[in-house]
């Protein structure tokens, strides 16, 4: 029972999170067909998620939603995530 509940609340969340972008991406379109300027978005205090395991979840399982706002973007990150094998053999940094 508590799997199938888990996993009715991924796909619910997994849902919202691609409205919740799409949305996004929609005020971007906006805000810069009106102003003509580019949006920067900084999400600042990533760094200070309290357990490694759940940074490298944010960054490395996440970075795909991580990277489709339409907008440049500024990611603070843990630094011993910087020193992990897997970061600087991905290919590409975040």
């Known amino acids: 029972m508590e799997v199938t509940t ?3 609340i ?4 997994t849902l919202r ?3 919740l972008i799409s949305r996004i991406n929609d005020l971007i379109i906006e805000i810069e067909g009106q102003s003509k300027k ?3 978005i900084i999400a ?3 760094d200070k998620l309290t357990r490694f395991i759940q ?3 944010f960054f490395y399982k996440n970075h ?3 990277t489709q706002i339409k907008a440049h973007a500024i990611y603070t990150f843990p630094i011993s995530l910087g020193f992990d094998v897997k970061f600087s053999t991905c290919g590409k940094r975040l």
């Open 6 to 8: 888990r996993d009715i």
């Open 10 to 13: 991924r796909k619910e969340l």
């Open 17 to 19: 999170i691609t409205e």
């Open 38 to 40: 580019n949006i920067v």
């Open 44 to 46: 600042d205090d990533l």
């Open 55 to 57: 940074a490298e979840d």
């Open 64 to 66: 795909r939603l991580l």
